[in-house]
């Protein structure tokens, strides 16, 4: 779609070798999508991997649907 963006990121925050016992990782994308020149509507899907730098706290999985009016 014209106007349309769409992006990915990873990311790892503080990496502290002595706190936890893994490294966070956190990804994300999502896709920008115009409705007209003052609404724009984005879905986005966050996912974040050992969070707390602990294996045990397993894999999160955030999804967002943001909704921006200009005027």
Same mark, same amino acid.
């Given at each position: =779609? $014209?106007?349309?963006?769409?992006?990915?990121? %990873?990311?790892?925050?503080? *990496? %502290?070798?002595? *706190?936890?016992?893994? =490294? $966070?990782?956190?990804?994300?994308?999502?896709? !920008? @999508?115009?409705? #007209?020149? &003052? @609404?724009? *509507?984005?879905?986005? @899907? $966050? %996912?974040?991997? #050992?969070?707390? #730098?602990? !294996?045990? #706290?397993?894999? @999160? &999985?955030?999804?967002?649907?943001?909704? %921006?009016?200009? &005027?």
């Amino acid at each position: =779609m $014209q106007g349309s963006t769409t992006g990915i990121a %990873v990311g790892q925050p503080l *990496i %502290v070798r002595e *706190i936890g016992n893994a =490294m $966070q990782t956190d990804f994300e994308a999502f896709y !920008n @999508i115009p409705i #007209n020149k &003052f @609404i724009r *509507i984005t879905p986005l @899907i $966050q %996912v974040i991997t #050992n969070a707390d #730098n602990r !294996n045990e #706290n397993g894999t @999160i &999985f955030v999804g967002t649907l943001r909704t %921006v009016f200009s &005027f």
